[in-house]
C-alpha cells in the first residue's frame, strides 16, 4: 500500500506563493502518472495539475495555467506543486495523487484521471 503526505499548505495573502510536496511512502510497481487537485470550500474537487511519469509530461487546468508549475524529485520520491500570484479563489484543500493502474498517455496525467491512491490534504488558505 503506498501512503502519500502532503506538506507546505497554510495562510499566505493574495500574490504570494506557497510550494506543496507529496512524499510517496515506497514506490508502487509501477507509476503511470501524478497529479494535485483541489476542493474548494462548498465545491466539488477539480483537477489542478498532472504529469506523466514516463516523461515528465504535464498539463495544467486553465485557472492555473502560468501561475502553478508541477515538478517531482525522483531520488526522494516527492512531487511537487510550485504555487505563485495565489489569488483567493485558489483558497481550497490540495490532495495529490498517484495512478499506478493501466493507462495510457493523456488519460494518465490529464483532467478526468481515475487515481489509485490519495494524500489526505494540505489546506491552502488565500487572504486578499
Known amino acids: 500500500q503506498v501512503q502519500l503526505v502532503e506538506s507546505g499548505g497554510g495562510l499566505v495573502q493574495a500574490g504570494g506563493s506557497l510550494r506543496l510536496s507529496c512524499s510517496a511512502s515506497?514506490?508502487?510497481?509501477?507509476?503511470?502518472?501524478m497529479g494535485w487537485l483541489r476542493q474548494p470550500p462548498g465545491k466539488e474537487r477539480e483537477f489542478v495539475a498532472g504529469?506523466?511519469?514516463?516523461?515528465?509530461?504535464?498539463d495544467y487546468a486553465d485557472s492555473v495555467k502560468g501561475r502553478f508549475t508541477i515538478s517531482r524529485d525522483n531520488v526522494k520520491n516527492t512531487l511537487y506543486l510550485q504555487m505563485n500570484s495565489l489569488k483567493p479563489e485558489d483558497t481550497a484543500v490540495y490532495y495529490c495523487?498517484?495512478?499506478?493502474?493501466?493507462?495510457?498517455?493523456?488519460?494518465?496525467?490529464?483532467?478526468?484521471?481515475?487515481?489509485?491512491?490519495w494524500g489526505q490534504g494540505t489546506q491552502v488558505t488565500v487572504s486578499s
Open positions: 504529469m506523466l511519469w514516463s516523461d515528465g509530461r504535464t
Open positions: 515506497r514506490r508502487t510497481s509501477i507509476t503511470y502518472g
Open positions: 495523487a498517484l495512478k499506478s493502474s493501466y493507462c495510457s498517455g493523456y488519460g494518465c496525467y490529464g483532467f478526468g484521471v481515475r487515481y489509485d491512491y
